[in-house]
């Protein structure tokens, strides 16, 4: 255990404690099943600050166990990774097949290899001139004051980018139903995990959803048809997918690429709208923070819209984006892993194949790592708080061999568009607005609807003309 980062009001489970964790109540018959389906965030939590190291719980008879410390999560996604395997539910491995997602062993690592390159630091420097373009495209028929539905207008942005740069396809015809379909399978996450519905109301969903799957599959198909036939050979993954080679000179086959299409299309827009939608919301609610912003665009842009070069001039945007994932990962909890052998977590034995589950909403907002830890504090990310930290009280990307191949793509998307839009509106919360409730979809996204007004920032308010450099 890593002293110097505990506190000793929660002290870590002694190695020797060779004992069961206790195991909170629920409810007769139904177990946790009940609280988790109705407040799985505020429960785990709970459970979080009453329970060790280690939460055990039964869910439909069977136990799971929830890791409440860094330390645990360093053992299970580093230290004895090899030991484990990650398997997403039925639901995501019908959808996305075997892409990197989804698939194990060595499969996994093969695709890994060949989609790696894609993720390049220097491709990436290539994305990021669209994320600016594509952000200064979406700006421009906005007016003065108009309420915009901000997680549906990230979502678009975010999947255009990752459709446009990965693949190098339009989603722009297709984007209505790409996005229904998206919504439609991202719903049926949630129902499936709860499995409490009633049977005439899980048949409807599961047409529909069978519906939305297949419109999918056919737009996915199309593309990869369309770029066989051109014989075209880009530098976009969609290719480079398409000309691999084993040593064996076999190449992918149709439903591999199809797989790792669907898997990236899908990993890389909702994480980043929903990432970029919370960022916005609490903007609008400290306009302090939201003023450091401007002054700091200001400064190093000078009304230029950013380049990737300049980003790491820009030190408070990544506070406020750093501070913004820890409140609110988008990946609240990973897939889920199961241990191929017997392993002992915090001196408990885990029989191999139960189900282990790590979820960074837990440890981002533990007080024995974090200072007040629901409040909003962009400074905390000063270098010396960051020296401190373990490195696993804060891995939103994950973590280990499994890390999000997108992390770097998605930082820089984030910090590129929020500082587009940033030197040009403010985001502003409705008179009366509540606070979003949050719900734990496949990723974290706030329940209700979020309409947020966009205020030009005035000339005035720019001292460099801002507003006119955008033409
Ligand atoms: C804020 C945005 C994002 C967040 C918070 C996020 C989070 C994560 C996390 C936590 C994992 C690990 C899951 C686990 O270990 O169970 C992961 C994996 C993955 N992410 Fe992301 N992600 C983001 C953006 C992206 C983007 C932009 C892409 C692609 C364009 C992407 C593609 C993937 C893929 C393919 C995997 C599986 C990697 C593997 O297992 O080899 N993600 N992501």
Redesign the pocket.
Known sequence: MNSSTLTLDHPPSSPEAATLPSEPRGLPGVGHLLYLARNPLGYMLQLSRTQGDLIRLSIRGRPVYVLNHPDLVEQV?VADSRKFR?AGNDTMSEVLGQ???T?DGEL?RR??RA?QPA?HHERIARYCDFFVESTRDYLLPLRDGEVRDIHADMQRL?LQN?ARV?FDVGVEQDMEAVKTSLDTILARFDHHWLGLLPAWLLRSVERRYRAASATLDRIVRRHILERQQSGLQGEDLLSMLLQARDADGSGMSEQQVRD?IL???M???E??A???TFVWYLLSRHPEVEARLHAELEAVLGGRPPTVAELQRLPYLDKILQES?RLY???FA????FPMEDVTLAGVRIPKDTEVQ?W?WLQHRDPRFWEEPDRFDPERWNQDGARQRHRFSF?????????????R???M??ALMVATIAQRYRLTALPGQREPRLHASI?LRAKDRLSLRFVARSATTSRTGLLHSYG
């Open positions: 996604l990650r892409g990197l997602l698939s996994w695709q890994r989609i993720f975010t990752v990965l790792e898997t990236l299309i990993a890389g827009h994480t980043t929903s990432a970029l994932l990962p988008p990946a990973l897939l889920d892993r790590v960074p891995y939103p990307f994950g973590g280990g061999t499994r890390l999000c191949i997108g992390v793509f998605a930082q998307e984030m990723t």
